[in-house]
């Protein structure tokens, strides 16, 4: 009996503890090898423990260094930094991995199959910002500070470059705003030709395209892209546009890579609107959990949770709400654990 692997789970706000107890009952119907330590985090932390980022989050995910976690919440305007944010920096996660591939075919776009790789601790979207006051007005002016280095954007880069490699990608286009944001993005743009130029020049094509051309581009003609690498920001907005191509966010996983810990989410939100409805769609914490497989070298399993996802939705047509069907949670997590059986 192989050695259980210790991972943190932390459920999360909103619809997270449904779609974590729905991902947890398929990875144990699929055999699931993960020991796992619960934790919370987000505004249950700040519920438990008076921190959106408790400590005993922090200590159980740098003995792991692994982690599975549901959607947290994060006040607009004011209110308590980003737990994301601050999770990515903590553990220097600086590679952000978003495959934006179809699942259900006869959609408005069909058979996607790109990858986005965003730079997750740097640029505008770290949230360095304050106001300035004039006079009697507290919030009279608003700054941010965007910061880019050469050695992040070659890191991030490279682990692109890897990714590319490994896993046949034919084409990589770098997405940036050079014409007008030249040092920010220049730097990015930069760092990325010179090293595909020193070690990567004819393993795979390497282009570049302005970040409002890529979104019209996106748009019109996704086929065109394998992979895009970008900054932080751009990354961000670019892989909701890919959810977008696909059906929606209920279908779209991330990965937090970095160099000593790497945590596993679904791209969408805490939807605090279809708490407790029982309608929410784990699909996509699903496929965050197929990813986390394959980064414990485990593709087997990998592949198999990923054919019967494929064989509810499109076979079984049992799908939930927002793709068409009226399965609950647990009716489509039943379907999968069928599929598994």
Known sequence: MPQ?????LIPGDGIGPEIVDAAITVLDALGSPFAWDRQVAGLAGVTAAGDPLPTEALE??????????????????????????RLREEFKLYANLRPVRTMIPGGRFDD??????????????????HYIPIDDDPHAVAMATGVNTRKGSARLLEYAFEHAVATGRK???????ANIMKALTGIFLEAGQELYERKYKGRFELDSVIIDACAMKLVINPWQF?????????????????????????????ANIG??????????????DIAGKGIANPTALLLAAAM???????GEQAGRLRRAIADTLNVDKVRTGDLGGSASTVAYTQALVRRLA
Do not use: Q, W
């Open 60 to 85: 159980s995910i740098r003995r792991t260094r692994l982690a599975l976690k549901g959607p947290l919440e994060t006040p607009s305007g004011g209110g308590y930094r980003s737990s994301n944010v």
């Open 292 to 298: 986390m497989l394959e980064h414990c070298r485990l």
């Open 4 to 8: 259980p692997i210790l991972a943190t």
């Open 171 to 177: 084409k990589v286009t770098i997405v940036h705003k």
């Open 112 to 129: 996607i199959d790109l990858v986005i790789v965003r730079e997750n601790l740097e640029g505008l979207y770290i949230g360095h910002e």
């Open 226 to 254: 394998d992979m895009l690498v970008t900054t932080n920001l751009f990354g961000d907005i670019l892989s909701d546009l890919g959810a977008g191509l696909i059906g929606g966010l209920g279908l779209a996983p991330g």
């Open 259 to 272: 160099a000593d810990a790497a945590i596993f989410e679904a791209v969408h939100g805490s939807a605090p």
